[in-house]
């Protein structure tokens, strides 16, 4: 659960603080089910009560440790924590939780039956180029949703690829250091130019 080298592991959080963390009944129960998933299935409680559990060692309890958004939510937006300091996204936790459920319940728990485990592909991985990768969430990158984290610091009208913004398939907004939201990437049909070499890019956020 807390990872191991064929799963994943939490970033910024050890084992040590998951070891302290764990402290009732629920959380042995919890782990005891993700080694035993029904029908392959990991039940909504046991979900709720991991969630709860990651929260805690993250160090959110009470309201905010109930849901890894809002855990994030108060760590990043309040507590002023750095991203790399925060619990995982729901949809990455959920894949997460799928590979610990299958290196537990299905290479650990039948090492010693004849049967092969399953196919992985249930379990938070998937074949690419002949290897299971993890997939790492379900959810798209915070990038690509968030708009005010991408701008760019074009000075020569934002028409080709070397923008920032329109690279990354996002209208310009007033956050832009030049441009401000008006130029020629403002609307999103606008069409691609060739990149032009002699424009002078001035980098990411
Ligand atoms: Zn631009
Ligand atoms: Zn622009």
């Known amino acids: 659960m807390t990872g191991c080298d064929t799963v994943s592991f939490f970033c910024g959080v050890g084992k040590h603080a998951f070891y302290k963390a764990w402290t009732t009944d629920e959380e042995t129960n919890a782990f005891y089910c993700l080694s035993h998933p029904q029908d392959n ?31 994030r939510k108060h760590l990043f937006a309040t507590l002023g924590r750095p991203v790399n300091k925060i619990p ?11 590979r610990s459920a299958y290196q537990s319940g299905q290479i650990w728990g039948r090492a010693l039956h004849v049967e092969k485990p399953e196919c992985p592909s249930q379990w938070g991985r998937r074949l690419v180029g002949g ?3 993890p997939i790492w969430s379900t959810q798209d990158a915070i990038w690509s949703k968030v708009q005010a984290l991408y701008k760019c610091g074009c000075q020569s009208g934002c028409a080709t690829m070397r923008c920032n913004c329109r690279r990354n398939g996002l209208n310009c907004i007033l956050a832009c250091k030049i441009c401000k ?25």
């Open 131 to 133: 290897q299971w990768q």
């Open 88 to 98: 995982p996204s729901k949809g990455c936790f959920e894949m997460h939780l799928l």
């Open 181 to 205: 939201g008006d130029c020629e990437n403002k609307k999103k049909d606008a069409n691609l130019l060739p990149e032009d070499p002699e424009e002078d890019v001035d980098g990411d956020v």
């Open 41 to 71: 299935q990991l039940s909504a409680e046991i979900v709720i009560a991991l969630v709860k559990f990651v929260c805690k060692a993250y160090g959110v309890k009470g309201e905010e440790g109930l849901c890894l958004t809002t855990a």
